[in-house]
């Protein structure tokens, strides 16, 4: 009756319902719900991988082929490793599973959506409990964190909406997998294409529509932040480039060059803003932006090798910016958020615990050895077989740049003197080892994730 | 005619039937005119006084109201057209009810009804 290929779903909401009945019979402090959570998320991204991609619509909404497919299981990771950061604290409340699993569905949705309104309710499924939880810790910076996440969210669906209204207006259809074959009204189609690339660039954290990116990853509990950072980005770049790669292949000189500059902007913005940062949460968010540009090179360029480095892409910066934010975890102990300072002296001290994060800086600047090397490398190659020269060099220009931002936490770390004591969980320890070595092993030996990813993002009609 | 006379019947039934029970509680009930009743009423919200604090579990409420509300709304699509999606279609909407009675449940469990 449900169709197998929604099973990888299926797996995740009922986690939800499973994690909500856990969280009301049993007393407060139980871990059983975090459990739950954890055994769903991992089924769900089994299943994911497991499952045989089609190129079938289901219902004429949503399409499991090897790209949503891809996207599911890196939504999946980013909600296990949330989870793991999470667990054994005091902190969070019970619903806390719940919320993350509920984000995650939304952020698997976006990334099989092939229809408008299904992308939009992923897109909020994904968006309200995030907002909750941004808010989770209930003092004053995170409920300032929640507040303008909201706000601004809410505004930008706004944004996206009408986009998807407009195009909608232009093409009448809201499945935009065949818009290939439809007459297209241009001028609406401009106005919906910028208003819905406003609209999932927010989310991207796509410079101008950035601002909430600082305020809210300081505020927000790390956990969240961590699902944040991984798994919004992962979920906001698949429909970014679905939508744009799937249905306006055609009309890519609408939107091309605009993206392009966006692109570049983004870059150069991200990590020069990243350079005079001192505090890690706000130092990891700004990469984060300046990350959401390298991306985009990838969509911009819209060449196949393009699409298959901007998916590729994804995979090394998440796991260096979930380690980055498990070692967080792992420093900041009951008090949140971890200052520069506090690193001082960690290499003596926490030998393993520095040899963590700097794996996950020297992946985050790209050094070889590492994944973030080659996720760069294939960006390089996607934008310059579109002979997009522009953004390749601004790819360079910014990477040399945060060299800067990247190599002072770990100049900080060898530094002689007492900083703040780590405090490891097991869920934290897991996912450092889990993230680092993945991150070397992807940095030493790429070809059969390249290749997995890579066929995932093969869209024959790209030239 | 056809379709339409049972709403028109519908209509008139229930015009007489308030009618009926105004014109009843007129006749039989006490008169006591003046006091509290001159005053504005508005959910229980005193708007005479605007700048005064009232409890924030009005908005609880409200907002756990009209989550039920609208879901429940959301099967009445279903149920006019019940027939044309046979079993398969009863089973997803039971499983829509289920959903919605964990949610239920959940705010019943943690005391999101208790006023205290």
């Not at chain 1, 929604?6 to 459990?35: C, D, H, K």
């Not at chain 1, 939304?106 to 992923?122: C, D, K, P, Q």
């Not at chain 1, 979920?235 to 500059?261: H, I, Q």
């Not at chain 1, 706000?282 to 300046?290: D, E, F, N, P, T």
Request: positive net charge.
């Amino acid at each position: 009756m449900i169709n197998p290929v929604l099973e990888p779903e299926l797996l995740m909401g009922l986690g939800v319902l499973a994690t909500l009945i856990l969280a009301m019979v049993v007393r407060e402090r139980s871990n059983a719900a975090y459990w739950s959570g954890l055994v769903f998320a991992v089924a769900a991204g089994v299943r994911s991988y497991t499952l045989h991609p089609t190129s079938h619509l289901v219902g004429g909404m949503m399409v499991a082929d090897g790209y949503g497919l891809v996207v599911n299981i890196m939504v999946t990771a980013a909600v296990v490793a949330g989870l793991l950061l999470a667990f054994d604290s005091e902190r969070y409340t019970v619903e806390f599973p719940a919320l993350l699993l509920l984000a995650g569905l939304g952020g698997m949705i976006m990334g099989l959506a092939a229809n408008f309104i299904l992308l939009f309710l992923g897109l909020e499924l994904l968006s309200l409990p995030l907002y909750i939880l941004a808010a989770s810790r209930r003092d004053a910076r995170s409920a300032e964190a929640g507040i303008k996440y909201l706000l601004t969210g809410a505004f930008s669906s706004g944004v996206l909406l009408f986009g998807m209204a407009l195009l909608y207006g232009s093409t009448g259809t809201v499945t935009f997998i065949n818009y290939t074959t439809l007459h297209l009204v241009p001028v609406l189609l401009g106005a919906g294409l910028a208003l819905v690339i406003v609209g999932l660039g927010y989310k991207l954290a796509m410079v101008p529509f950035h601002m909430w990116v600082p305020d809210v990853y300081e505020g927000s509990p790390t956990p969240v932040a961590t699902f944040m950072a991984f798994g919004t980005k992962v979920a906001a770049a698949a429909a970014l480039l679905r939508v744009l790669a799937f249905g306006f292949s055609l009309t890519s000189g609408v939107w091309g060059l605009a993206l392009g500059y966006f692109a570049v902007l983004t870059m150069l913005a991200g990590n020069l803003m990243a350079l005079p940062q001192r505090d890690l949460k706000r130092l990891l968010a700004w990469s984060g932006v300046g990350n959401a540009g390298y991306v985009l090179v990838g969509i911009a360029s819209h060449t196949v090798s393009g699409a298959q480095a901007a998916l590729f892409y994804l995979l090394p910066y998440g796991m260096a910016v979930v380690l980055a934010f498990a070692v967080i975890r792992v420093l900041e102990g009951q008090q949140e958020g971890a200052q520069m300072e506090d690193l001082t002296g960690l290499a003596h001290r926490e030998p393993w615990l520095a040899a963590g994060l700097t794996v996950a800086l020297l992946s985050l600047a790209g050094i070889p050895l590492t994944a973030g090397f080659f996720g760069k490398f294939y960006l390089i190659k996607g934008a310059l077989q579109g002979d997009q020269w522009g953004m390749a060099i601004g790819l360079v220009v910014a990477t040399l740049v945060s060299l800067g931002v990247y190599f002072r936490p770990i100049q900080y770390m060898f530094r002689p003197g007492e900083g703040r004591p780590a405090r490891w969980s097991v869920g934290a320890a897991v996912v450092v080892a889990g993230a680092g070595l993945a991150t070397l092993f992807i940095g030493v030996y790429p070809e059969p994730l390249l290749h997995f990813v890579a066929q995932a993002a093969t869209f024959t009609w790209l030239r | 005619m056809s379709g339409y006379g049972a709403i028109l019947i519908y209509v008139a039934v229930s015009a007489v039937l308030a009618a009926a029970i105004s014109m009843a509680s007129e006749i039989m009930g006490p008169h006591a005119p003046g006091g509290v009743k001159r005053e504005s009423y508005e959910s229980g919200i005193l708007v005479d006084r605007p700048l005064s604090h009232f409890s924030v579990r009005f908005y609880r409420v409200a907002m756990l109201f009209l989550i039920f509300d609208v879901s429940v709304m959301a099967i009445y699509p279903w149920a006019t057209s019940m027939r044309a999606f046979h079993a398969a279609g009863f089973v997803k909407a039971l499983f829509f009810m289920v959903v919605l009675a964990v949610g239920f449940a959940y705010v019943w469990r943690r005391g999101g009804f208790k006023w205290d």
